[in-house]
């Protein structure tokens, strides 16, 4: 299946929302810095815009502003104008913005769970809207909740009404969102990462409702994302920014065929293929970490309560050898988390068994336990809070080692050679986390991983939580460290691509269990089961080469 | 928080420590409070320099005098300084605040980090805790001045039984939350004993919260302690203290109010200053307000 960019023409359509020269100042104890420097689009009847950039580029500040939502005092608009429609907006008092927000404009966020009301039916979040801004009969903006209900393809409408945000899945609480969005049938909807904490097939569903909501309305939106995948999928015209300017505005296909300015190229290049990395020659030696049907069930309730069980998973058996990496992929909910935190001894398994080197590790009493420790290390997900935010760099990275009865200074020592090894300067050694950026301190986690000198690092969805630029930075340091160091690598990820990129192995796990397992190049290009195919093909943009800018033919073709 | 031209800034690294937001302000009423509060300190520190008669000389002669060069608050039933007598009964007032606080956090601070950490014994502490919040101070402190008589120390114990259920509840639930951070996870990887993560990762997210909780504590028990003296239950009249001054001079209310204004004014200015510090402790140590921090 090739890839196809929309080429609808905007040329005849009204322009709904013209933001120009927008430059915004922030102003901070250090004095005043612009923070969005003479921004300008333009969005028309129907098209989607997309704005990417990476975190601090200004993508959200600039909806933000649009919205008239920007937090007073801190941020001012310095200059330049945004209409809507015929309206300027800067000029517009806070009660006519309010009017204005949800009848002309409306927007969707990240996280629906808490964007919406958790004390409060849903349905009744949808009908607040309607009666803030229309004098219709009750009945009449029921019957109005329920046909906009239907029209995000919620089923069975009458419960969802009825339902607490909690009660309902992530992708239909995001339909929610879309439902509250579109209810007025606004001429403006600004959505800001609204796949971002959705699995891929979630989104792809909830992308694909937004655009035929809006060719049924004639919607522009404006798309904020920072996924290059997306883009190619949804953008009628992209706008590139970076540091608080728009550096490239372009169709989508001619962004994507031949970007013109260096930013953009940079950007492109560092979005991982899908395509699987060269197979390595097999590996000899004897597997460092040998797990053998592993399982996890969580209990709730107890005493005096009817007892619960989760089955997080199941009967999960893997291998992973010196100096490979093997990954486990799936979407939230699958049990990935659970093994890895089972393998590092977080929480106990429920059975099976962990084999770290010759030892048993999945029952061994906690004294014991600690002393194998050195041999295996994790790194998490968040940069922000994998590190005590009270403790210097230094305390960090010396705790481990002067664990196993290193001397302070031979600590020390070690810990300012990591650093560098990481990429980052002696000095980091006296500062705290806060002073680093979130990739930055990924480094840190790494070098704190590493300073143990163990035999395989579990990476939690090490990257996810890093633009591409850094993601992709990160994944060379892993691979740099496990040629030099021979460490092998548990890779735990939901995106596929970052696995293409960096697994030798790949472990499909849906529900707790294990789905499909084999060398990366079988499972990603000729996956056999239903569920990695489907994960597959829910990959936005997967039949392009971004760093290439041109299609991929896919082999092995299932598709 | 109002931004004043009278404002101050807390020192940079201290405000590291108990995760304030950089450039965090303080406005003109703590600051006066904070002066306030140790003028007071001071006083009743420096109470053997300042006060001009023995707080217990009896004086036949200068009963119930009005204010005068030699006695500037004049004089109570018995003859007495009320001057003297007022900035001693600080020390015990003072000291009864202060001891209460400090050994109720500090009990309670070890068993909540046990009870937040461990989950075997987490369910028996907080049991016991439930059953020792069911005792009113006031009650218990009875039965501990029928059992020992009275003394500064019953005082203490009794405020200290009371407080602690609150101060273990406060740091088991921080360290509940605490502990699922990745860095203490982390930690337990590197291999660091439990000890240690309690002490190293856990214990300082407990200090900004327990701070502002120790001047709550520092303020209810002087006023407990006066509730008691008042009855008659609390330091014997031998030791001048707020609340035992005030009980004294109630007798004689009517003739003399003063007997109760100044003890109770010191007493009420001092309680007020305390949270006051309290209440700009807990704005300052939100953590709305650490999450502006860029």
Known sequence: MSIRFKTASFEQAQDVLCIDKLSIELSTTEGARNVLDEVSLQIRRGETACLVGESGSGKSLTSLAVMGLLPAGVLKVTSGSIRLGDTDLLTRSKRELQAMRGSRMSMIFQEPMTALNPVMRVGDQILEVLKSHGGLSRGDMRRRVFAIMEQVHLPDVERVYRAFPHQLSGGQRQRIMIAMALILEPALLIADEPTTALDVTTQKQILSLISELQRQHGTAVLFITHDMGVVSEIADTVHVMRQGRIVETAPAAQLFESPRHDYTQALLRAVPSLQPRAPRPAEPRAPVLDVASLGKTYSSGGFLRKQSEKRAADAVTFQLRPGRTLGIVGESGSGKSTVARCVMRLIDPSDGSIRLGDTDITHLPPRQLRARREKIQIVFQDPYRSLNPRRKISSSLIEGPMNFGMSKDQALANATRLLEIVGLSADALDCYPHQFSGGQRQRIAIARAVAMEPDVIVADEAVSALDVSVQDQVLKLLETLQRDLGIAILFITHDLRVAAQICDDVIVMQHGRVVEHGTAQDVLVAPSHAYTRALIEAAPGRGWDFAACREISLTGAHA | ?294
């Open chain 2, 1 to 294: 928080m109002t931004q004043t031209s009278g404002s101050t800034a807390p020192s940079p690294g201290i405000a590291r420590f108990l995760g304030l937001p950089a450039g965090a302000r303080l406005g003109i009423v703590p600051v006066l409070a904070a002066i306030l509060l140790a003028v007071i300190v001071l006083a009743t520190i420096f109470a053997s320099l300042l006060a001009p008669h023995d707080p217990l000389a009896l004086s036949p002669l200068n009963r119930l005098k009005p204010p005068s060069a030699a006695f500037p608050l004049g004089t109570d039933a018995f003859g007495r300084d009320l001057l003297s007598r007022v900035l001693y009964g600080g020390q015990i007032s003072l000291m009864i605040g202060l001891g209460a606080a400090a050994i109720s956090v500090s009990i309670g601070l070890a068993i909540g980090l046990v009870a937040g950490f461990f989950r075997f014994a987490d369910m028996v502490i907080m049991r016991v805790m439930d059953a020792f919040m069911a005792i009113p101070a006031v009650l218990l402190a009875v039965a501990l001045v029928a059992i020992h008589g009275a003394s500064v120390f019953s005082v203490i114990v009794a405020i200290t039984f009371s407080e602690i259920p609150r101060v273990v509840r406060l740091v088991r639930s921080i360290v509940l939350s605490a502990r699922e951070e990745p860095y203490v996870e982390a930690a337990i990887a590197l291999g660091t004993r439990m000890p240690v993560i309690l002490w190293r990762h856990l214990m300082p997210n407990t200090l900004a919260p327990l701070i502002v909780q120790a001047t709550y504590i520092c303020a209810s028990a002087i006023l407990i302690e006066a509730i008691l003296s008042f009855l008659g239950l609390g330091i014997g009249t031998e030791t001048p203290s707020w609340g035992n001054i005030m009980a004294e001079g109630r007798t004689y209310f009517l003739l003399k109010p003063s007997l109760i204004f100044w003890p109770g004014l010191l007493l009420s200015l001092c309680v007020l200053s305390i949270n006051i510090l309290g209440d700009t402790a807990r704005d300052l140590l939100d953590p709305r307000m650490r999450k502006r921090e860029v």
